[in-house]
């Protein structure tokens, strides 16, 4: 089987994205990861599938696939991939639409300068909606990691997050305690952990341990999620440069149930085709 498709990245975060409007897309968990792998596949951090839209008041259809072959609800960085993927496509001639995730609607659009800004939603706090295992919401929460009482705040920006700060990011225990967090008991679907540097009110540094993939260079919903976090306990503006280890991107989020602005460039590397089943039978072939 054939695919086409276009490799790109959003600070750093980097994606395969395939064309699932004009060609017939139908993929098993094995052949997403293959595709993802680093050495015998293409290489990517997710794998972004774009679809025609289910219902009538929306443009396209958006999923994602982790590295590990795993479908996810939302990814901010892979979002604004997808608005400059089909507006160079021809696939629309609007530089800004609206697009079913499966966290819900989502609005991406191109800006003039170049970069895109995606309207996130508003985040979710409510225990049971990330979902997290507590008796009751809270602004923070103590988890047990390791032998380690963290203090962390959790929500959900249509996926899972957990914010952690820490003094210095550079130093931060990520590989040690990503995973242990994002695989944590009281996470039912796992996590995605935010080490998080405030360096101003204005000005924040941030790693993320995405689940199902480990550290990227960027991560859009992280960086929501973390500006959400310091926002709703005082410590952040409501407008946050954030510095990632792939680029700058910049949150907006005004409080409470207001939606959350994520803005960021969108970068297309190459095109290109693949054999999958090749692919597949070389990364079996090395298990």
């Known amino acids: 089987m054939k695919l086409q498709f ?48 289910t219902r009538p008041d929306c443009d396209f259809r958006y999923r994602i696939f982790n590295a590990d072959g795993g479908e996810v609800q939302q990814c901010g960085n892979g979002a604004r991939c997808f608005v ?49 295992q507590a008796a009751a919401r809270a602004l923070t929460y103590r988890l047990d990691v390791a032998g380690r009482e963290l203090e962390i705040s959790t ?19 990520v590989a040690e305690l990503g995973p242990q967090i994002e695989h944590h008991p009281r996470f039912p679907q796992r996590v995605n952990v935010g080490f998080m540097q405030i360096v101003s009110r204005n000005q924040i540094r941030l790693r993320v341990f995405e689940r199902g993939t480990g550290e990227t260079l960027a ?13 709703a306990r005082g410590l952040l503006a409501e407008r946050v440069s954030v510095e990632t280890r792939g680029g700058e991107l910049v949150i907006a989020w005004a409080g409470g149930d207001h939606p959350v602005f994520l803005t960021g460039p969108a970068v297309t590397v190459f095109h290109g085709e693949i054999e999958i089943q090749s692919v597949l039978s070389e990364l079996i072939g090395q298990a």
């Open 6 to 53: 276009t490799k790109m990245h959003g600070a750093g975060n980097d994606f395969v994205v395939l064309d699932g409007v004009r060609q017939n897309i139908d993929l098993t968990a094995s052949q997403y990861q293959a595709l993802a792998d680093r050495h015998f596949g293409i290489g990517c951090d997710q794998i972004l599938l774009v679809q025609a839209a």
């Open 84 to 132: 400059r993927f089909v507006h160079e496509q021809g696939l629309t001639p609007k530089r800004e639409i609206r697009v079913e995730t499966a966290a819900g609607i989502i609005l991406p659009k191109l800006e003039d300068d170049g970069r895109v800004t995606v309207n996130m939603g508003p985040p979710r706090f409510e225990p049971g909606e990330i979902p997290f």
């Open 155 to 173: 929500l959900s920006m249509g996926n899972p997050h957990a914010v952690w700060i820490v003094e210095d990011v550079n130093s931060a225990p």
């Open 219 to 231: 991560c859009g919903t992280g960086a929501c999620a973390a500006v959400v976090a310091g926002g």
